[in-house]
């Protein structure tokens, strides 16, 4: 038994210093001194010795034990040493190199209008309403005196959930909630995304941004609405912009009128934007319909109103003097990164 010790001892110091990693250090413990190892079954067998025999092998074999523990501990400092060195040597880190450039995002330019937009109405006074972007057909069209069969609808083609539910062609449905909802005086800006079975092309979507604003307290008139609006054109695109008034028709107003702003890119002397006219269109407004606060609850007798209503692609494409509508979605970091 002596012998085998000696030879187990022997191996094990031969291995240990022929081990090139770690892994053949942690086999070499397992095989020899594990359960199951060489030593440790040499100890077994120690129950078949005389009385005089076991202290000798058993001190001898503490002490081939100890000598191999000693050396595998050794060599796993050495090794994990020599590793560690590789380890820098390979991936070592020039730090003259450049550090890879972060790039940050930045803000879309609809957005950048559209707070500008809120800043402008929330400093008048007004208030951020919305509403759900899929709409009753009554919010949509009936409560804003478009009725059923009525030829305004067909300019608002829309896409239809069933014949009651639909998506949302203007925010102007959120007017009529709060109008139900809440006692004049009222002033309030909408803004949210709209829907019309429109076809794609460099000025048209089916999904857009529209920019509503609402005004219901007593003794309003055209003058304050037009008021309201000079200031706003002012605040967005610079104090010597021109604001024009033409009457038109919405079925929820009463007048109505269409709003010019001499243009931005020529200062109203005509250019290809303008069509060489001097003037762009830049929303739609009018005074509520008293149809339309009737149906709401309120006194028309007692209170008047003003309404207008804004595509936010058109005010961004106006104010930067973009081209295309379809730029906005595109998502291209080289268009976005221009503002």
């Not at 609850?297 to 005010?315: N, T, V």
Request: charged content about 30%.
């Amino acid at each position: 038994m002596k012998d085998k010790l000696q030879a187990i001892k022997e191996e094990a110091l031969k291995s240990i210093d022929e081990a090139t990693d770690l892994k053949v250090i942690n086999d070499i413990r397992v095989n020899i001194l594990g359960k199951k190892g060489e030593l440790t079954s040499v100890l077994r067998g120690m129950k078949d010795l005389s009385k005089d025999e076991r202290p000798v092998i058993g001190q001898l074999a503490n002490e081939v034990r100890n000598i191999i523990e000693q050396k595998l501990e050794e060599a796993k400092v050495d090794l994990g040493k020599k590793q560690r060195e590789k380890q820098l040597t390979e991936e070592v880190i020039d730090v003259t190199m450049p550090a890879k450039k972060n790039v940050l995002g930045h803000r879309h330019p609809m957005n950048i209008v559209l707070e500008d937009i809120k800043n402008i109405f929330i400093g008048m006074g007004y208030e951020i309403a919305e509403g759900p972007e899929v709409e009753k057909d009554y919010y949509n069209f009936e409560a804003l005196n478009i009725p059923e069969n009525h030829p305004a609808k067909d300019e608002q083609d829309t896409f239809y959930i069933n014949k009651d539910i639909v998506l949302r062609t203007q925010t102007s449905p959120v007017q009529i909630r709060v109008m139900e909802n809440q006692k004049p005086p009222i002033r309030i800006l909408a803004p949210g995304k709209v829907y019309r079975s429109d076809e794609v092309d460099a000025s048209h979507s089916p999904v857009f941004t529209q920019i509503e604003g609402l005004v219901v307290d007593k003794n309003i008139t055209m003058a304050d609405l037009k008021g309201a609006l000079e200031i706003f054109a002012k605040e967005l695109y610079g104090e010597k912009v021109k604001v024009k008034f033409r009457p038109h028709h919405f079925p929820f107003t009463e007048p109505s009128a269409e709003v010019d702003v001499s243009c931005v890119m020529c200062g109203g002397k005509g250019c290809r934007v303008c069509k060489n006219t001097g003037w762009i269109e830049i929303l739609g407004c009018g005074m509520v319909h008293p149809k339309v606060l009737e149906m709401v609850g309120i006194d028309p007798k007692e209170y008047s109103g003003f309404a207008f209503g804004m595509g936010l692609e058109r005010i961004t494409m106006l104010r930067y003097g973009i081209n295309d509508i379809r730029l906005f979605y595109d998502n291209d970091v080289r268009f976005l990164s221009q503002f």
